[in-house]
């Protein structure tokens, strides 16, 4: 049948393809091996609604030439026909069969498997792209996937140099933990002096909310803090709690604010804490700057013992914790002596919350709340 005259034909062409070198080799190189090896996909045509490929035979076929071949030339075993098929025309042909449905290149006493002819796709409308498009098809997904892996590794490498650019060339690891220490209500000389000492020991850097009026006064351990590598951050000009205040006032004090430690050190703000951490719809309108609040609050303003402090962080921190403390007080101070290196030794980076986010991938954006990076 038209068909299977096709397929025959596809299959006869194919054959010729592996027996050509055999013709080619001539009588002195024609009892080598003729075929070696082959594991490759070829494409033999196409059949109706199909498309046929051929697999290479998995084992080395010997052919030897025929004796009386002319120098040069090759020679086949005769084709003895077990079955017929149809050609196109209508006429009876030899088809020789080569077992379990794959012919046999030649026929005779001995017959030389050859590649088994896959119909990809059966009929009109479905299509079986074949074992060697499917492994194709596999091994794209994988590549796509792994790209997309690299992409989020990259993304976050790159964060990462980012903010390590802006602390002045300090490495943060995103593949470890870290904690943002943070201290509101300075600047305050006696206890802000002693914990950047600290942090210096042990490479760490933490995150100033400071209060404008006070800036002026202390602009020496501002500047520290900038030379440091720590981040200087708007904790309002006057500590009014904002929720009380009008659109005009909110924006009056996170602005004086920014000025006065611009002013003071040469670094204008880009992170605020709201007094008390207190906002409404109004504050969130008015501020124009990330609002970063907390997850771990020590109270060390109310208890003012600094073991107290110390239990609270060391009983609950984890990766991506931001610490609320205040600069203002001694037992502060002492406290951070004992959680410093304690977290340091627990494996903790200790960073700023600029740092923090951008090691984590966070964009911060204004009129938003931050509380934590986990």
Partial sequence: MKRQGKLFVAVMGAVCLFVQPVLAAGTDGARESAFGMRQEWVNVGNGENSVMWMQDSLEAVPM?????????????????????????????????????G????????????????????????TQNQGPAFQAAEEEARRIAEEEARQAAEEAARQAAEEAARQAGGRVIDPARPMVALTYDDGPQPSVGNRIMDCLAQYGGKATFFMVGDRVGGYASEVQRMVAEGHEVANHSMNHKYLQKQGAAEIQAQVNRCNDAIEAACGVRPRLMRLP???????????????????????????????QQTVNVVLSQVKDGDIILMHE?????????MQLIPELTNRGFQLVTVSEMAAAKGRTLEAGKLYSSFR
């Fill in 102 to 125: 794959v012919p046999a290149a030649v026929s005779g006493q001995d017959t030389y498997p050859v590649s088994a002819v896959i119909v990809a796709g059966q009929g009109e409308g």
């Fill in 276 to 306: 008390g951490g207190n906002y409404n719809a109004t504050v969130l309108a008015n501020t124009h700057m990330p609002m970063i609040q907390w997850n771990i609050d020590t109270k060390d303003w109310k208890t003012k013992n600094a």
């Fill in 328 to 336: 203002l007080y001694g037992a502060t101070g002492d406290a951070s």
């Fill in 64 to 100: 030897a030439a025929d004796e009386g071949a002319e120098p040069g030339q090759g020679a086949l075993p005769e084709q003895a026909p077990q079955e017929t098929g149809q050609e196109a025309g209508g006429q009876e042909m030899p088809v020789q069969s080569g077992g379990e």
